[in-house]
């Protein structure tokens, strides 16, 4: 038998815990070297080619490369035609409308407001990242650009320099993903998946050996569990593919985060295992070996089964809880033709350009009113005070969206550390000590791919710290890539760093203080909305119409999976609030946390089990076992809505318990089963059985808990 000890570490010091959390960061891991040469080679071929031509707003191109270069090979390759197209179209958005307001005041500045309201929803909205980040550029610059005191057609040819500074990134970065693809090969969904299962593969068989805990094997497992699997969909999310294929690799991904959850929960734990567990974890190490083959090589999973001779699990409740997860594994994936007679063929999903729900989901317009305020105050206080040189404050609104959705104050002070130490100790650093010392690009060029590595060595960390290394890329080019000459003077440089804390500070007072809370009570409120919408999505669909109803289901599907990212999100942050409120606080972040990994698992199971309640192709029941279906949905509806309640601290009437729809399900079945030909419905039923066993299971658990 096997025995289990949990040693219970005292929580470290401040100092402690930010070097231990530093050294995990910014550690090493497969990838990040190239990634970072990457970023820095697109970079510096766009500074060097502005320098060198005289393109004003280089420092545009240049961090769009960062941004962009964090992207997908395929998204980045796929997306430079709509860059083109979505340039164009802003060029003439900016000039048309411009016109038509330019000499009247209170139209002009109606006009900002509302190209400020139209920026911050693209940014929620647009699937493709890269269109998000050519329309934030030109709505940055034109803004300020056009309240010049200039002649109209000054301000047009710079409209028209600003749109082929642009280009010059996007030809340059995406020349620089062809160069890099042959080192990258595969796909960039696949490929992070597979590797997660390889470290579990592998941590698995280091324990079933009989060894002593191997900290590097266990170290990649438990940086693979702090990174997650929110940058992995955001990758599936802008990479094109078809909306079928997406929720299907995206159910995968969210199957594979909780392996991984629970690898690293295996690591906390001191083991001693029979011969009988060590027999189970090669099994299961060897069955995780195959899927990954089966992955990389683009095929479907087959169906994962285990005998453990009815035996109870020795590795309470771990070991169990990985075999049931992976045997989900090939439940995510539907027959392709099932589902596409209801949607678009997958040429055209890659030219759908806003997500699933982009018009009913009321965050999107939320955090665009929430953008749109910043910038507009931005746009008042410099305007106000006659102080142009601060009008980056509106760039720094503007290219901070970019990773503000789910603003928490940690992320508030790395945008504050970043710009301290971007446009303060580099920035102006480097223009009293290094520049007086170089008289050539060549020697400037130095410069620039020191910092640029700094940068993007942190923007490759996880979103805890990512966002420190874009802003203080973007600091240091607004000081000294905003002119073709090296520059020296420091009112210059102060004004564009004020500029900077002015955005920052405005972001922070309008998203974090007059219109947010703190990130655990966000937190909470985030993980009750997530109960009512799985529990709206347990009775989906609502219509008997498909063409209708399989994409409100695929609207609601994305908003949950948003959700529950931001839920991980907003737990990081409340480790950056303090007041007395804090020890409760940790103590509800630590419930959460706990919550929120039965939570994923039973969207997951409903996922699968929606194919059912949709009779897809492949997947239609008998009528009387689709009744029962229903019923079950509806006791499992609500459960999650009780749930929902008492955590508010309504009160909810009891429910029936789920287990007893489950029995009459069971019992349908079994009577179907009996009357219609094996052959027919003899594996599906199985498979459809068991999923809803795992439901109750899942649920009953969540019960007990919260």
């Known amino acids: ?54 393109i004003p707003y280089t420092w545009q191109g240049a961090i769009y490369a960062l941004l962009v270069s964090r992207e997908s090979t395929r998204a980045t390759l796929h997306s430079v035609v709509t860059i083109f197209v979505v340039t ?20 002009h500045f109606l006009w900002i407001i509302g190209s400020f309201l139209l920026a911050f929803y693209a940014v929620s909205v647009l699937t493709n990242y890269l269109a998000a980040v050519a329309f934030i550029n030109l709505i940055s610059i034109a803004i300020p650009l056009w ?40 796909d960039e969904v696949i490929l992070p998946i597979t590797e997660r299962l390889a470290a579990i593969e592998n941590l698995l068989t280091f324990y079933a050996e009989g060894r002593t805990g191997d900290p590097s094997v266990e170290q990649k497992v438990i940086r693979l569990e702090t990174l997650g699997t929110s940058s992995l969909r955001r990758t599936l999310r802008r990479s ?5 294929y997406s929720g299907e690799v995206g159910g995968v991904a969210v199957l594979v985060g909780r392996l991984i959850d629970l690898a690293a929960s295996l690591t906390q734990l001191s083991l001693e295992l029979s011969v009988r567990d060590q027999a189970r974890l090669r099994n299961l190490a060897s069955t995780f070996a195959i899927i990954r083959d089966d992955l990389k090589n683009r095929r479907i999973p087959d169906s994962v089964e285990f005998n453990n001779d009815g035996r109870p ?11 049931h997860t992976v045997i989900l594994i090939p439940q995510a994936f539907s027959e392709s033709r099932s589902i596409q007679a209801y949607l678009p063929s997958a040429d055209d999903t890659q030219l759908a350009m806003l997500v699933p729900d982009a018009f009913v989901n009321p965050e999107h317009l939320q955090f665009a009113l929430k953008g749109c305020l910043a910038a507009s105050t931005c746009y008042v206080v410099y305007n106000a005070a006659a102080w142009p040189g601060i009008s980056t404050a509106v760039t720094t609104c503007l290219l901070t969206a970019l990773s503000t959705i789910g603003s928490s104050r940690q992320k508030q002070a790395l945008r504050i550390a970043g710009a301290v130490v971007g446009g303060f100790l580099l920035g102006m650093g480097s223009q009293i000590f290094v520049l007086p010392h170089i008289d050539s690009i060549a020697g400037f060029t130095v410069l620039f791919v020191a910092v640029t590595v700094f940068s993007s060595w942190f923007m490759s ?13 973007l600091a240091f080019y607004l000081i000294n890539l905003n002119e073709f000459k090296m520059q020296t003077s420091l009112a210059v440089a102060r004004d564009r760093v004020v500029g900077i804390l002015l955005g920052l500070f405005v972001m922070w007072l309008v998203f974090d203080q007059l219109w947010g809370a703190p990130a655990a009570v966000q937190m ?47 737990a990081d942050g409340v480790l950056f609030e303090f007041g007395s409120s804090r020890a409760e606080d940790l103590a509800l972040r630590d419930r959460i946390r706990q919550w929120q990994l039965n939570l994923r698992m039973l969207f997951i199971l409903k996922i699968a089990t929606w194919k059912y309640r949709v009779q897809l192709a492949g997947f239609e029941l008998p009528d009387a076992v689709a009744t029962e279906q229903r019923e079950f949905d509806d006791g499992l509806a609500q ?24 029995a009459r399900l069971e019992r349908t079945v079994r009577s179907q089963s009996a009357a219609v030909s094996q052959d027919k419905f003899g594996d599906r039923f199985q498979t459809f059985i068991f999923l809803h066993r795992r439901i109750e299971g899942v649920m009953t658990s969540l019960q007990k808990e919260i």
Do not use: H
């Open 639 to 662: 459960g999650l809505s009780a749930m929902a309640d008492r955590m508010e601290g309504r009160p909810s009437e009891e429910q029936p318990s789920l287990d007893i729809r489950l």
């Open 1 to 54: 038998m096997a025995t289990i000890a949990q040693s219970l570490p005292q929580s470290p010091g401040p100092l402690t815990w930010a070097r231990e959390f530093l050294t995990e960061e910014l550690a090493p891991y497969p990838g990040r070297t190239a990634m970072v040469a990457r970023m820095t080679l697109a970079a510096t071929l766009i500074m060097i080619v502005g320098m060198t031509f005289s």
């Open 88 to 107: 164009g179209i802003g060029a003439a958005y900016i000039l048309i409308s411009v016109w038509l307001v330019i000499n009247f005041p209170l139209l």
């Open 461 to 473: 960390s996880s979103p805890r710290l990512s966002y420190f290394g874009i802003q203080v890329a």
């Open 313 to 323: 699990p020795n590795l309470v409740p771990l070991l169990s809880e990985m075999e």
């Open 147 to 186: 309240d010049r005191i200039v002649p109209a057609d000054t301000n047009v040819d710079d409209t028209l320099w600003l749109c082929l500074a642009v280009l010059v990134a996007v030809v340059i970065t995406a020349a620089v993903e062809l160069a890099f693809v042959r080192l990258r090969p595969g």
């Open 524 to 570: 909470r409120k985030t993980f009750i909305s997530n109960l009512r919408l799985i529990a709206q999505f347990a009775e989906e669909p609502v219509s008997k119409d498909m063409n209708t109803a399989i994409p409100r289901s695929l609207a609601l599907r994305e908003t949950i999976n948003t959700n529950l990212d931001k839920v991980r999100s907003l």
């Open 240 to 244: 094109g593919y078809s909306t079928q």
